[in-house]
């Protein structure tokens, strides 16, 4: 993604172009006090994702306090998450200007590069393709939400990240993509990755009323 | 960018609570509701005050510590400062925010003013949670006349 930014652009403009392209040049030529502007609004930025990863632990706190099975806990941040992500995909499209694309295979590389880095400031790599291109790993090598949270033991089939697998159903389902997606490795004492497998079911086909009425 | 996903979540947290609410009994299930939301409030504000508060040094009094939460608190988490401080300086302290941040998406006025405590629960717990970590015990309420403005109550616990 590359964006035009004259000398003088428009705020938020800056921040953005710096985010999302290697041109840190730009920054460079800056006068002094739009540079420290700058700095302060990227300080500014990733300070919000702190406020949202421990609300996250709370809620995961909370479910487990309402919950007594591992799988209820699970099925509920994924629902959570579903809801979250259908409206999650509006805010995306209307940030990122992305055109639409053309495969699963674009689409996972969205996700994986624009979305996780605007949404939790990381970028996920994109592996395992199988040959029909319908089914890929998405690998998270630092996950934030794990940051300041440790799973007890006796929540030891806890997913903790699941609400991530519910964000990415419930977003791509809006774009008419019906996909599956599983939590297999949350980063914790043993794995040092979050591994989430997506799989592509069906397109959805849209207006079958339309197609109806033109009968 | 974070923030929004924070906000649908805070937005998902407040529509579990109104299900809840409904399916059970009356007031007391959804006070019990509410005061869970201001619970898990609470706690993300400890932590969070935990990470904001490393590297400055200690506050020299109660005023320093809400003049704090009003600036580099409030803007950590709000991307703005509270608009209005008000104190008696006996331990009560209003904060006034003309454009809380969990409200410009409800309503601009007088609709929904009902609903807004929900929204503003967590918050509530929010504020009371830094303070707590930070050796203030407090009670803090909101009220809302017109969104999304709005005003905290921290009253200071003589402990």
Partial sequence: ?215 | MAEVVFELLHLELVSRLRAGGEAGAGEPERGKCISTLEGMGFRAGQGLIERFTKESPSFKDELDVMKFICKEFWTNLFRKQIDNLRTNHQGTYVLQDNRFRLLTPISNGKQYLEEAPKFLAFTCGLLRGALSNLGIDSAVTAEVSALPACKFHIVIQAS
């Fill in chain 1, 1 to 215: 993604m590359s964006r035009q930014s004259s000398k003088r652009p428009e705020k938020p403009k800056i921040v953005r172009s710096v985010l999302f392209s290697p041109c840190l040049y730009r920054v460079l030529r800056l006068q002094n006090w739009s540079r420290k502007w700058f700095l302060h609004h990227l300080r500014m930025l990733f300070r919000g994702i702190e406020l949202f990863v421990l609300t996250y632990g709370t809620v995961v706190a909370q479910l487990c306090k309402d919950y007594e099975n591992d799988e209820d806990i699970n099925k509920e941040l994924n629902k959570m998450g579903q809801n979250i992500g259908s409206r999650l995909v509006e805010d995306f499209l209307a940030r990122s200007s992305i055109t639409q694309c053309r495969n699963f295979r674009e689409t996972a590389d969205v996700i994986a590069k624009v979305a996780f880095k605007m949404y939790l400031g990381v970028t996920a790599r994109v592996t395992f393709w199988t040959l029909a291109g319908d089914d890929c790993s998405i690998f998270l090598e630092k996950n934030p939400l794990m940051d300041y949270a440790e799973v007890p033991n006796k929540h030891s089939s806890l997913l903790y990240s699941n609400m991530i697998c519910g964000i990415l159903r419930g977003a791509l389902k809006m774009v008419r993509l019906q996909v599956d997606v599983q939590l297999l490795q949350d980063t914790g004492k043993d794995n040092k990755i979050t591994e989430i497998r997506m799989r592509l079911l069906r397109r959805r086909k849209v207006a079958l009323a339309v197609a109806k009425q033109n009968e």
